[in-house]
């Protein structure tokens, strides 16, 4: 198993910003049928379907993830409301999140992200357009993951690590293969 470090984005991604947007009345103040970002509350979006069973099977694969976000600089309550929805519908990720105008800037294996404004196009690693041909949905994404990454199709618990008494050497296999051919990695200690 490679282990690879994912950001994922929220907004578009995770939670469902365009739905809440949508449920602005015509009757509101054009600033904010403008504006969405700069007053809707973040931490009642809706979840975007399959993005839970989705991170649960990335991090049950051994990855390790993040979320990259762009919080609305006029609104900041939303950097805090973005803080209890995560704690609310993404618990394995709190303490692991960065509020970022600058996606180019981090540093990882996978960007998952909706948008490209935000330097996503020149992040150093594998950027995932989420919404577009081939990434259409967490569905897609998951199987883009693993078809580029095959030892990645078997989860974690799969794996059964062997230590040779005499040399040391530890060494994984999957369950019920004997063969040498998935041995994936070997180390000492
Ligand atoms: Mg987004």
Same mark, same amino acid.
């Given at each position: 198993m490679i282990k690879k470090t994912i950001y994922i984005d929220m907004d578009g991604v995770l939670a469902d910003f365009q739905k809440a947007a949508d449920l602005i009345p015509d009757w509101a103040p054009e600033h904010d049928k403008m504006h969405p970002d700069e007053v809707l509350d973040f931490s009642t979006f809706e979840v975007i379907p399959g993005a839970k069973e989705a991170v649960a099977k990335l991090i049950d694969m051994g990855h390790d993830l993040f979320i990259a976000s762009t919080p609305p600089w006029n609104n900041k309550a939303a950097w805090g409301q973005k803080g209890a929805w995560i704690e609310e519908h993404f618990p394995a990720l709190k303490r692991k999140v960065f509020l970022t105008h600058r996606k180019d800037l981090l540093i990882g294996d996978i960007l998952i992200d909706d948008? %490209?404004?935000?330097g996503q196009k020149d992040f150093q690693g594998e950027f995932i357009h989420f919404g577009t041909s081939g990434s259409q949905d967490w569905e897609e994404v998951i199987s883009h993951v693993c078809i580029d990454n095959q %030892? %990645?199709?078997? &989860?974690?618990?799969?794996w059964i690590h062997e230590r040779? &008494?005499? %040399?040391g050497v530890v060494r994984k296999r999957l369950s019920g293969d004997y063969g040498n051919?998935?041995?994936?990695e070997s180390s000492n200690g």
């Open positions: 948008t %490209t404004y935000r %030892t %990645t199709l078997f &989860p974690q618990e799969s040779n &008494p005499d %040399t051919e998935l041995i994936v």
